[in-house]
C-alpha cells in the first residue's frame, strides 16, 4: 500500500521561500510520474508542478519561474522548492502519482485513490 507523506510547510510572509518534500513508501519516484498538488481554500486540488520519469518537469503557470520540483531517486524523496511566495500559494499541499492536465502536458493513468495528509503554506502580507 502506498503511503506519502508531506512535509514542511509554514506560515510565511508575501515574498518568503518554503521547502517541501515528500517522502513514499510502497512506490518509487524513479518509476512514477509525480507531482505536487494544491488545494487552496474553497477550490478543488490541482496539479502545480510535475516531473516525469524521464526527469521531463512541467509547472502551472501560475507558479512557473518561483516553484522548482525535484526529487532524489536514491533517498526516495520528492521535493518543492518555493520562492516568492505570493498569498495565492495559500493552500495545503500535497504530492502523489501526477495525474490530469498541466500545462500542455496530459499525465495519463486512474486517478490516485490514497492520499497524504498534504503540509499546510500559508502566505501572510
Known amino acids: 500500500q502506498v503511503q506519502l507523506v508531506e512535509s514542511g510547510g509554514d506560515a510565511v510572509q508575501a515574498g518568503g521561500s518554503l521547502r517541501l518534500s515528500c517522502s513514499a513508501t510502497g512506490l518509487q519516484f524513479r518509476y512514477t510520474q509525480m507531482g505536487w498538488y494544491r488545494q487552496a481554500p474553497g477550490k478543488q486540488r490541482e496539479l502545480v508542478a510535475a516531473?516525469?520519469?524521464?526527469?521531463?518537469?512541467t509547472y502551472a503557470d501560475s507558479v512557473m519561474g518561483r516553484f522548482t520540483i525535484s526529487r532524489d531517486t536514491t533517498e526516495n524523496m520528492m521535493y518543492l522548492q518555493m520562492n516568492n511566495l505570493k498569498i495565492g500559494d495559500t493552500g495545503v499541499y500535497f504530492c502523489?502519482?501526477?495525474?490530469?492536465?498541466?500545462?500542455?502536458?496530459?499525465?495519463?493513468?486512474?486517478?490516485?485513490?490514497?492520499w497524504g495528509q498534504g503540509t499546510q503554506v500559508t502566505i501572510v502580507s
Open positions: 516531473i516525469s520519469v524521464a526527469g521531463d518537469i
Open positions: 502523489n502519482v501526477a495525474r490530469g492536465q498541466l500545462g500542455r502536458t496530459t499525465f495519463k493513468g486512474p486517478n490516485p485513490t490514497s
